[in-house]
């Protein structure tokens, strides 16, 4: 059966989701350390009973450069389409942190 993510049709659909809240660093780390298979990311900021937890924005990308900013009010968020979690890097200045769930 097919399912509905962000606009993109997925058939099959993703068998199961993994999520989390990954720490940024100055220099980016990487989501997951390990080879991790999927069809996509989803990414948001963290809140707490709907308040910003980030001061600033993180920004998310690929091991060179990571460019594209989560602000701290988005908690919709951003689904990036990727065949591997471990490509995905995450930069922060301040310490912040970022949600994510992994589709599978």
Known sequence: MATYINGITRDPAPSSITSG??????GGAQLT????????????APETAGVATNAAPVYIGGSA????????????GIYIEIDD????????????????????
Do not use: D, H
């Open 21 to 26: 809240t990954k720490a940024g660093s100055a």
């Open 33 to 44: 350390t390990t080879v991790t298979p999927c069809s996509g990311v989803w990414f948001g």
């Open 65 to 76: 450069a990571q460019l594209i900013p989560i602000m701290p009010e988005n908690y919709e």
């Open 85 to 104: 979690a471990s490509k995905v890097y995450v930069k922060s200045a301040g310490g912040e942190s970022i949600r994510y769930a992994i589709f599978a």
